[in-house]
């Protein structure tokens, strides 16, 4: 299994765990983490939830193979499912970002409580660079937290950025040396346990009460964009450049 799920001593924890691949999600892996995150709502004993990659990688992002050869075709999709389940978890998530975190790798980020971020954690949104468009709300999310001008940078261009930039913009909570992220995040995670745990719950919801709307129409109006062009000529000259390792040739294209 590419996701280990666990409850100990009150938090869930969710790993993702296909470091050959470095750690890209599948339909399976999605569907998975999206069970796991509905199931944490009505599990007592779960006081947080805990997302965490391995030692040298987050996630990649969305298999590419996958999209190529089985796009999310409706809003059952196991990818909008997670979405759905992220966004609705009642319970406070906490991310522990090591290594890469790509296209959903940092988009995800957006819709966590906390998060910590190693060092050598490198992130990025290059879905243009994909033929694609910004999921997740990072098209509404992004320019708010960093302005138009620097979403741009990210979000047009697919400028990575660092652990110490994710901080710096707000996606993060802090930086720390690779090694201690895991553990930090745990022990951060741990917190809940001596919190009261339906003033956490309303506390959540009311911080997220004002976007919530906005966040949930722009993934549909994102995914319905995003459904069209997986199908595009450039999309497929993306896919194709990147498992025959080359840049992708978009010349021809108006
Ligand atoms: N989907 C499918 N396979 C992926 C993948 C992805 N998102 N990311 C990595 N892989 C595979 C590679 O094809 C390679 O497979 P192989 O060993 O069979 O050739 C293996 O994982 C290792 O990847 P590789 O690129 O050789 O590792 P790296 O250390 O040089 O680079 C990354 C790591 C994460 C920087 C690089 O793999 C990458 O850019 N991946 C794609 C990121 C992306 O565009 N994601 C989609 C966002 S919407």
Same mark, same amino acid.
């Given at each position: 299994?590419?996701?280990?799920? !666990?409850?100990?001593?009150?938090?869930?924890?969710?790993?993702?765990?296909?470091?050959?691949?470095?750690?890209?999600?599948?339909?399976?892996?999605?569907?998975?983490? %999206?069970?796991?995150?509905?199931?944490?709502?009505?599990?007592?004993?779960? +006081?947080?939830?805990?997302?965490?990659?391995?030692?040298?990688?987050?996630?990649?992002?969305?298999?590419?193979?996958?999209?190529?050869?089985?796009?999310?075709?409706? *809003?059952?999709?196991?990818?909008?499912?997670?979405?759905?389940?992220?966004?609705?978890?009642?319970?406070?998530?906490? !991310?522990?970002?090591?290594?890469?975190?790509?296209?959903?790798?940092?988009?995800?980020?957006?819709?966590?409580?906390?998060?910590? @971020?190693?060092?050598?954690?490198?992130?990025?949104?290059?879905?243009?660079?994909?033929?694609?468009?910004?999921?997740?709300?990072?098209?509404?999310?992004?320019?708010?937290?960093?302005?138009?001008?620097?979403?741009?940078?990210?979000?047009?261009?697919?400028?990575?950025?660092?652990?110490?930039?994710?901080?710096?913009?707000?996606?993060?909570?802090?930086?720390?040396?690779?090694? *201690?992220?895991?553990?930090?995040?745990?022990?951060?995670? *741990? +917190?809940?346990?001596?919190?009261?745990?339906?003033?956490? +719950?309303?506390?959540?919801?009311?911080? +997220?009460?004002?976007? %919530?709307?906005?966040?949930? *129409?722009?993934?549909? @109006?994102?995914?319905?964009?995003?459904?069209?062009?997986?199908?595009?000529?450039? %999309?497929?000259?993306?896919?194709?450049?990147?498992?025959?390792?080359?840049?992708?040739?978009?010349?021809?294209?108006?």
């Amino acid at each position: 299994m590419s996701i280990k799920t !666990a409850i100990v001593n009150g938090v869930a924890s969710i790993e993702i765990a296909r470091p050959e691949k470095k750690n890209a999600l599948t339909r399976a892996m999605y569907q998975e983490m %999206a069970d796991t995150l509905v199931a944490v709502n009505s599990d007592k004993t779960v +006081r947080a939830v805990l997302i965490q990659g391995q030692p040298n990688i987050f996630t990649s992002g969305n298999d590419i193979e996958d999209f190529m050869s089985s796009p999310p075709r409706d *809003e059952e999709a196991p990818v909008f499912q997670f979405m759905r389940a992220l966004v609705g978890c009642e319970k406070p998530v906490i !991310a522990a970002v090591n290594g890469a975190a790509i296209g959903i790798g940092t988009t995800l980020l957006l819709h966590c409580d906390l998060v910590y @971020v190693a060092d050598d954690a490198r992130l990025a949104m290059p879905f243009v660079g994909l033929g694609l468009v910004p999921e997740f709300a990072s098209s509404l999310i992004v320019p708010r937290l960093l302005g138009h001008a620097k979403a741009a940078e990210k979000l047009l261009l697919g400028d990575p950025f660092t652990g110490a930039d994710a901080a710096e913009c707000g996606i993060a909570n802090a930086v720390l040396p690779a090694a *201690e992220v895991a553990n930090h995040a745990r022990r951060v995670a *741990e +917190r809940f346990n001596t919190l009261a745990p339906s003033a956490v +719950r309303e506390s959540k919801r009311l911080m +997220r009460r004002h976007s %919530a709307e906005q966040v949930q *129409e722009t993934i549909k @109006v994102e995914a319905e964009i995003f459904g069209a062009r997986l199908r595009s000529p450039e %999309a497929m000259e993306a896919f194709q450049a990147f498992f025959q390792k080359r840049a992708p040739d978009f010349s021809k294209f108006d």
